[in-house]
């Protein structure tokens, strides 16, 4: 069993998607970009306990926070009252925004095709679709299996003045009269469970209704008969009634007082019990202890070191699958506060024991246990369309090598919006250095890559920019190059596949450095260097010659941050004119100035018109 897709309308920030999703998936992208709302959405259709909560949405679920009809009055634009627009006649109302999430679950087992089959269908595993098609022949082939369709619907009940949210079989949707329920009970037997974070292990072993330990007593059909012996015990323990302690006599003295306004009937004798003596108040109260440290003092489960509490969720998860042959287990950032080995280990126990999981992550250990097939990029667009995108990897680009650079190389700009390729190491540390340099230097002209939400990536050489500019350009990322001159051919291949190359006419960029600075500049920066023996004794005075000395020592320290840690040190204009350009056309490119901006923006006119004001004051 596995969700196999999952149309979503009008819920949070996606006004439409479709999204089709393989046995096991690692959903990626920016932040923001839609991933968790994903998570969210198979919640709301399949989660057993989440319409428990009422009301099951709210206005911040609806796209835009959308839910009441729009009214219109006659060609207006402007929207009114719509009782005074009822009263002018010339009213138009438009359909009342619904939240649909119609999900598609293919594979099912021997049970949930008996359970479900008035409304099962069929899914072709091949066409990622439903399959319409009798087969003359009368057999269909193995990628046709059973599916069942489910949709949910959120809305807002002006009769009740509140939100209303309730599952159907899609079927009856569409062929029924009257629309069919996906209860509860059909919801446990789809076995979805969602984990919005393993750091939200707090309530994992209470008795709390949802909860893992919860779980799995529902799973094995344990009904503990513990609730009336514990009641009854707490009822016999009244809290502090050792006068001693003081309070027994306030409370005396309460009473008394208290009889002379009320007779007895009423209520009197004041004191104080451990719990409200009810079963859901005890389901609150209940925690596991575990004993910490060597000692024999027990804390509650919740006051654990986070890594602990993640470690027992999942020991708790394993037992939830084992228990249970079909279970579809959906987490948030199995990363959180885990190691790296944890990490592998989280996503491979759960791969193993669910029939499918769906995990976000932001980890380079977590998604390396994906294959290309299971990673899904998502990208938003502004009009809240969200789409999937897989990743193809370039002719020139092998899949070991993919593999073995994945941490280093790759997956930075998987999970970024915006991917700067540059040609070699060098230009990969040095570049974002000067861009941030620059932001602090003069904040209104420039900022860093990392405000732009740009990663640089290193292409390794000039002949596999191209090649990895189009591998995340049809990942729907803005891709952008650096590099130094390059022959025609080239050139064309990378212009290509990015929106912007930023390319200078040096041969290597020590060369545009050392050629576009100050004597000064490197005079300061040499003079603070410990020199490498063959330079210090090739340069007597490497200050006094610093141009030709750091042209070595750039060599020497190629890819070891000798570049980067000297324009860290630059003034504005101690860099050189092509680099801070090149910081510009970056910004203009991701954040383009406004008609507005340039109407804010003095003229050259008003410019010299305010420094003669200035000079003369």
Same mark, same amino acid.
């Given at each position: 069993m596995r969700v196999s897709k999952i149309d979503i309308r009008k819920f949070r920030g996606i006004e439409n998607s479709t999204i089709v999703l393989p046995k096991h998936a690692v959903l990626i992208g920016d932040n923001n970009t839609g991933k968790t709302t994903i998570l969210e959405a198979l919640d709301l259709a399949l989660g057993p306990d989440r319409l428990n909560r009422f009301p099951p949405i709210d206005e911040h679920d609806f796209y835009q926070g959308q839910y009441l009809a729009k009214v219109s009055k006659g060609d207006s634009e402007a929207e009114g009252d719509q009782d005074e627009a009822s009263d002018a006649g010339d009213v138009e109302l438009g359909e009342a925004p619904c939240i649909v999430i119609e999900v598609a679950i293919a594979?099912? !087992?021997?049970?949930?095709?008996? /359970?479900?089959?008035?409304?099962?269908?069929?899914?072709?595993?091949?066409?990622?679709?439903?399959?319409?098609?009798? #087969?003359?022949?009368?057999?269909?082939?193995?990628?046709?299996?059973? $599916?069942?369709?489910?949709?949910?619907?959120?809305?807002?009940?002006?009769?009740?003045?509140?939100?209303?949210?309730?599952?159907?079989?899609?079927?009856?949707?569409?062929?029924?009269?009257?629309p069919v329920e996906f209860r509860k009970k059909d919801k446990q037997i789809c076995g979805f469970l969602y984990l919005r974070s393993l750091r939200t292990g707090s309530r994992a072993l209470s008795l709390e209704r949802g909860s893992l330990l919860d779980i799995i007593l529902r799973l094995k059909e344990v009904r503990p008969q513990m609730w009336e012996d514990t009641i009854d015990k707490l009822a016999d323990f009244t809290v502090a009634a050792d006068p001693k302690l003081g309070i027994s006599g306030i409370l005396e003295s309460i009473n008394a007082a208290l009889k002379?306004?009320?007779?007895?009937?009423?209520?009197?004798?004041?004191?104080?019990?451990?719990? #409200?003596?009810?079963?859901?108040?005890? /389901?609150?109260?209940?925690?596991?202890?575990? $004993?910490?440290?060597?000692?024999?003092?027990?804390?509650?489960?919740? /006051?654990?070191?986070?890594?602990?509490? #993640?470690?027992?969720?999942?020991?708790?998860?394993?037992?939830?699958?084992?228990?249970?042959?079909?279970?579809?287990?959906?987490?948030?950032?199995?990363?959180?506060?885990?190691?790296?080995?944890?990490?592998?280990?989280?996503?491979?126990?759960?791969?193993?024991?669910? !029939?499918?999981?769906?995990?976000?992550?932001?980890?380079?250990?977590?998604?390396?246990?994906?294959?290309?097939d299971e990673t899904v990029v998502l990208g938003r667009n502004a009009v809240g369309e969200l789409s999937q995108q897989s990743i193809a990897l370039p002719a020139n680009l092998k899949l070991k090598a993919y593999r073995q650079d994945f941490r280093t190389r790759f997956c930075e700009g998987l999970l970024a919006r915006r991917v700067l390729i540059a040609e070699g190491e060098t230009e990969t540390t040095a570049f974002p250095v000067v861009c941030r340099r620059l932001a602090e230097l003069n904040p209104a002209s420039y900022k860093s890559l990392e405000a732009l939400g740009i990663c640089t990536l290193n292409a390794a050489s000039d002949s596999k920019i191209a090649g990895m500019a189009k591998l995340f350009a049809d990942l729907g990322k803005r891709t952008f190059a650096l590099c130094d001159k390059q022959d025609a051919t080239n050139q064309a291949a990378i212009e290509a596949e990015v929106e912007l190359l930023l390319m200078h006419e040096k041969k290597g960029i020590e060369a545009l450095v050392l050629e576009g600075t100050t004597d000064a500049a490197l005079q300061r920066f040499a003079g603070t260097l410990e020199w490498p023996p063959h330079l210090a004794q090739k340069y007597a005075d490497p200050i006094a010659d610093a141009r030709n000395a750091l042209f070595e020592y750039f060599a020497w320290a190629k890819g070891n941050w000798g570049l980067s840690d000297f324009l860290a040190q630059c003034t504005e204009d101690e860099i050189p004119e092509w680099l801070r350009e090149a910081c510009q056309k970056l910004l203009q490119a991701c954040e383009p100035a406004t008609v507005e901006d340039e109407a804010d923006s003095p003229t050259e006119e008003q410019s010299e018109l305010g420094a003669a004001v200035n000079g003369a004051d």
């Open positions: 594979e099912l !087992s021997e049970d949930q095709k008996a /359970r479900f089959g008035d409304y099962v269908e069929f899914w072709d595993a091949k066409a990622d679709k439903f399959y319409d098609d009798p #087969n003359p022949d009368g057999v269909d082939p193995d990628h046709i299996t059973e $599916a069942l369709r489910v949709t949910f619907h959120g809305w807002y009940d002006p009769d009740e003045d509140d939100f209303q949210g309730k599952t159907y079989f899609t079927r009856s949707l569409k062929e029924a009269g009257t002379k306004y009320v007779p007895k009937e009423w209520g009197v004798e004041p004191h104080l019990k451990i719990s #409200n003596l009810t079963r859901e108040h005890l /389901r609150k109260v209940i925690t596991a202890f575990i $004993a910490t440290g060597e000692g024999n003092h027990a804390a509650p489960f919740y /006051r654990q070191g986070t890594g602990t509490i #993640n470690m027992l969720v999942l020991a708790m998860l394993s037992q939830i699958a084992a228990d249970k042959q079909n279970v579809i287990f959906a987490m948030e950032e199995p990363e959180t506060a885990i190691p790296p080995y944890a990490q592998k280990r989280i996503v491979h126990e759960i791969r193993s024991l669910a !029939s499918q999981a769906i995990f976000t992550s932001h980890s380079p250990y977590v998604l390396e246990e994906f294959g290309l």
